[in-house]
């Protein structure tokens, strides 16, 4: 199966900033199937990016994906005190679908 | 606006079959792949299996022999069972909804499940 590894485990940013988020896969993700979500506790996660770049209805274009193959990067821009939650990639070209484990945002 | 919302036991002991539900609302099960997602703590999400509308079913390798997907289409709902449970099945379980080749659009908030005696 796939490994997803995400990168930093946490990141501590003031609002305005820019979140810059790591995904890097264990092997090529076919198609570039590639899908962030944002996980605030207690809550559904929210679909975010699917197909590495392209955003979810109603996601704001302050949330932007980037990457193919292996490496696969999700940026946050004019970071709002709303966007503290876990950020999740999971990649849905080879089966079993699998998950990073997350990047923590924390905003100051 | 779909919503989906888990329902079971949270607590069952090892050995025995943990059996939930996920409830449709706002949106119709036809025409959509249903899937279940885990997480245990401290470890990654996981892919459970997923169950088409019309019955077909596909399983994560490693969980494929303990695992029953089901769906009722005229109760707008899909069911997970999961036998013979031991304590790493310990888990915030969530059901989601997705296409064939797109990811999970909608989910529910989770349920969380402890095996213990």
């Known amino acids: 199966e796939i490994v997803l590894t995400q990168s930093p485990d946490t990141l501590s940013l003031s609002p305005g900033e820019t979140a810059s988020l790591s995904c890097r896969a264990s092997q090529s993700v076919p198609y570039n199937y590639l899908a962030w979500y944002q996980h605030r506790p207690g809550q559904a996660p929210r679909f975010l990016i699917y197909?590495?770049?392209t955003r979810a209805p109603g996601i704001p274009d302050r949330f932007s994906g980037t990457g193919s193959g292996a490496d696969f990067t999700l940026d946050i821009s004019r970071l709002e005190p709303e966007d503290s939650a876990v950020y999740y990639c999971q990649q849905y070209g080879d089966s079993p679908w699998t998950f990073g484990q997350g990047t923590k945002v924390e905003i100051k | 606006q779909v919503h989906l919302e888990e329902s079971g036991p949270g607590l069952v002991k090892p050995s025995e079959t943990l059996s939930l539900r996920c409830t449709v609302s706002g949106g119709s099960v036809n025409g959509y792949y249903w899937s279940w997602v885990r997480q245990s703590p401290g470890k990654k999400m996981e892919w459970i299996g997923h169950?088409?509308?019309?019955?077909?079913?596909r399983y994560n390798p490693s969980l494929q022999s303990r695992v029953t997907i089901s769906i009722d289409t005229s109760r707008n709902e899909f069911s997970l069972d999961l036998t013979s449970l031991i304590a790493p099945d310990t888990a915030v379980y969530y059901c989601a909804r997705h296409h064939r080749v797109t990811p999970f659009d909608y989910w529910g908030q989770g349920t969380p499940v402890t095996v213990s005696s």
């Open positions: 197909a590495t770049a």
């Open positions: 169950i088409y509308y019309r019955g077909d079913t």
